[in-house]
């Protein structure tokens, strides 16, 4: 078949290469110069989430107070967005939160292998490295981490639960003041640089050929009819819009996977998707003093915050804001984006202290979209020829590989290895 994928991210650029594995001809569609630089490109490295990292469950925005929770929630007192953040709150009971989590979990364990296989398969190299620790700042975040725990036993990942002086004997950086109540340790946790790894993807695609990448074009619409798909074209020049005929690219199937632009692509047929923004930071600090540099990456459990060395400077991302849906557009305000920049900086100072200089980091936003029941967004989106692979969340950089997975085989027509319960729970039209 002849599938047409909008977006060049991560998730974009794996559906394109699990399409062409399954033998299928491919054109993704992507309106930045080159692929990865949406949110794919300020990801934090976390290759595949753990139940530390998911975003709902107890931890997760806990309380409204962005000091705590690591996340400032601009939803407005009333309406759909209030509503969203009541639902995610109902997965903080231990029971719910491990009812999602094991939904997901086949998920992870199929982006696991497919990322594996294609690593092996064209010996990648984009800079992975094992070792992951998540720290907790006070007895109360770490009984709230405990469920967590229980899932990491329950699904056998291999991790080691420890005091502060443990933590502290492992990673000498982090200081023993002010007092703090102690972390996980994952040792095969993966960091990588994700888009590296999608630029790899691409330049093996391009070696390979059946995939054609049209970059710096943007979709303005999708067409589907009962034989065929298309996507309109914006014209290169706006200016010149009404001297040039608009430009069409038919295939069988579309599959959108635009990142938060998916909403508005997908909106004329129908589909609201169970998803809403979030507009996530990132600081690049260069390294001030290397001694202080941590180093294992440290992820602050509770406020979702990861700090990692990335050659000479330190990344340092999370700093979330949660917004109405019809906010995916605005810029943020000056004072919304200090706000979470000063996240990012406190817990630099806290967990990396003279690590880096972060007078001196260079800022960067980008938008993600969240479900309000802690899953992505894909498969199958109500009419034969149109697909969603999208709103992975904060944690979305290999999970899209095994949704992609899932994609390909649906429009093959093949059986897919997910659960079919998994497979619902996905389902971009789930209740
Ligand atoms: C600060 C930050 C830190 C993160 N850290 C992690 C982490 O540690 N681990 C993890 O797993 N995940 C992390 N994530 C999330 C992860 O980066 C995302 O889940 C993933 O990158 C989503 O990829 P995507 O392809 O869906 O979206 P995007 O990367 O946003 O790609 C969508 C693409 O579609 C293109 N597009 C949109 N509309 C159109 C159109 N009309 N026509 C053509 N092209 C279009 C865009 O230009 C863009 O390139 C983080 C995200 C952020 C922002």
Known sequence: MDVIVIGGGIAGVATAYQLRAAGHRVCVVERHATVAQGATYGHSGVVLPSPLDVWFGPTFLRDRRQSSSGVICKTGFGGPARAFVKRLGALRSSEA???????????IDTAESA??????RFQLDYEQREGL?????????RSLTQPALELLRRFE?????????????????????PPFAGGVRIEAGRMANCPLFVKQLKQVLD??????????REVSSIRLESGRAAVELAPRLPAHASAREVEVISGDAVVVAAGAQTLPLIAPFGVKLP???????????????EECVPHTTIIDAAKRIAITRMNHRLRISGGAVL??????????TEALTESALALLGEASRDWAPGAARISAALAWEGM???SADGLPAVGNAGHPRLFVNAGHGPAGWALALGSAKLIAQQISGTSPDLPADTINALSPVRG
């Open 97 to 107: 939160f491990a009812a999602r989590y094991a939904l997901l979990r086949p998920l």
């Open 115 to 120: 990322l594996d296989d294609a690593t092996n």
């Open 133 to 141: 620790l998540y720290l907790v700042r006070g007895n109360d975040e």
């Open 157 to 177: 990942v291999p991790h080691h639960a420890l005091s502060a002086a443990e933590c502290i004997a492992f990673e000498h950086n982090i200081p023993p003041e």
């Open 207 to 216: 070696n390979q050929g059946g995939v054609q990448f049209q970059t710096g």
């Open 275 to 289: 998803l809403y923004p979030l507009r996530m930071h990132t600081l690049n600090a260069p390294v001030a003093h």
């Open 323 to 332: 917004l109405r849906a019809n906010q995916v557009d605005e810029p943020l």
């Open 368 to 370: 993600k979209l969240l």
